[in-house]
């Protein structure tokens, strides 16, 4: 895990990877969505991701995949600094 300011200096920059497996384009294409699992029946729910998705979206950020089979996998999360309509306001984050 990895932490950083944006290149934009109004967000910052959260990259989660691991070592795995890695996962094919069809995977990421749905890594998102509620209730998709690769795990057997039984096995889990395939909410964890589109849980973290909607918590990112909520905070106004943007989340991220990058994979490839036998590469592992990496997730880009970007938040801004400040919740939209602060410096209008004259208000802190």
């Given amino acids: 895990m990895s932490a950083g300011l944006g290149a934009d200096g109004r967000s910052v920059v959260i990259r989660v990877r691991d070592t795995g497996?890695?996962?094919p384009p069809e995977?990421?294409?749905q890594?998102?969505?509620p209730f998709y699992t690769?795990?057997?029946?039984?096995?889990?729910?395939?909410?964890?991701?589109?849980?973290?998705?909607?918590?990112?979206?909520m905070h106004a950020?943007?989340?991220?995949?990058?994979?490839?089979?036998?590469?592992?996998?990496t997730f880009h999360?970007?938040?801004p600094l400040?919740?939209?309509?602060?410096?209008?306001?004259?208000g802190t984050a």
């Fill in 21 to 23: 497996c890695g996962m």
């Fill in 27 to 29: 995977v990421q294409a």
């Fill in 31 to 33: 890594i998102f969505t």
């Fill in 38 to 57: 690769t795990k057997q029946l039984g096995k889990g729910t395939g909410m964890g991701m589109s849980i973290v998705y909607g918590v990112v979206k």
């Fill in 61 to 73: 950020g943007d989340i991220s995949v990058e994979s490839s089979p036998g590469s592992g996998t």
């Fill in 77 to 79: 999360i970007r938040l």
């Fill in 82 to 90: 400040e919740r939209a309509g602060a410096r209008a306001e004259g």
